[in-house]
């Protein structure tokens, strides 16, 4: 069976800090992995990464994948109020486009 | 460019009841997809249509649930009867087609079943 897993659950910090976010996964037939941020609406998407090693990074965000250990981290530094959220960790398939989730690390950062 | 439009976006109905969800996605996106929430967990995959066809429908409680989307363009997901355990929100998201990893998701609608 196709597993995704987040680490960890949930956590707080303080505006300014940096987090890391974790995801591992075991899947058949991986194609990418995609990071998406949950507020109380829909998720937006974030990254796709297809390449092991190579960093995406856009703004305070950055993420990388690494196939041969089967996961992936994503960074968040300098954080905000505005990053508090239900990360997803989702793994696309290769057949037929579908997507596997995590259940998500929930983010509060306080001020 | 426009989003994903659902609507509504909350319902509440009793056990027994049915109720129908209403997606329409991105102009152009070939692939749509239903997904149920439930809360804590992350989204699970119910049925992906490519355009009018269904592409996977394998976790689909099919029977309770039903989805259609017969012009291709818009569809509706459909639970009768509900269960508690149907209560969850219901995402939809959209695709160009099934080759194209980003998926664009709704705002999606929040179903409680007392």
């Known amino acids: 069976e196709d597993k995704v897993v987040q680490s960890p659950l949930s956590l707080v910090v303080h505006e300014g800090d940096t987090v890391t976010l974790n995801c591992s996964y075991e899947?058949?037939?991986?194609?990418?992995l995609l990071w998406y941020k949950q507020e109380k609406k829909a998720p937006t998407f974030l990254f796709m990464l297809?390449?092991?090693?190579i960093e995406k990074k856009s703004g305070r965000l950055s993420s990388i994948l690494d196939k041969k250990e089967l996961f992936s981290i994503l960074n968040i530094t300098a954080t905000q109020t505005g990053d508090s959220a239900v990360y997803l960790c989702a793994v696309g398939l290769e057949y037929g486009n579908k997507l596997v989730f995590g259940a998500g690390t929930i983010l509060r950062v306080k001020s | 460019e426009a989003g994903v439009a659902q609507s509504p976006r909350y319902k509440i109905i009793e056990k027994r009841q049915s109720v129908a969800f209403w997606c329409n996605p991105i102009?152009?996106?070939?692939?749509l997809y239903w997904y149920q929430q439930i809360l804590g967990q992350g989204p699970k995959l119910l049925i992906q249509f490519q355009n009018n066809g269904v592409v996977d429908d394998s976790q689909l409680p099919k029977d309770r649930f039903s989805a259609e989307r017969l012009k291709g363009v818009d569809s509706t997901l459909k639970i009768q009867p509900a269960k508690l355990e149907d209560s969850a929100v219901y995402l939809c998201a959209s695709s160009w087609d099934y080759r194209q990893e980003t998926q664009y998701f709704g705002p999606g609608t929040r179903l409680l079943v007392l």
């Open positions: 297809t390449s092991s090693g």
């Open positions: 102009s152009g996106h070939a692939t």
């Open positions: 899947v058949t037939n991986f194609r990418s």
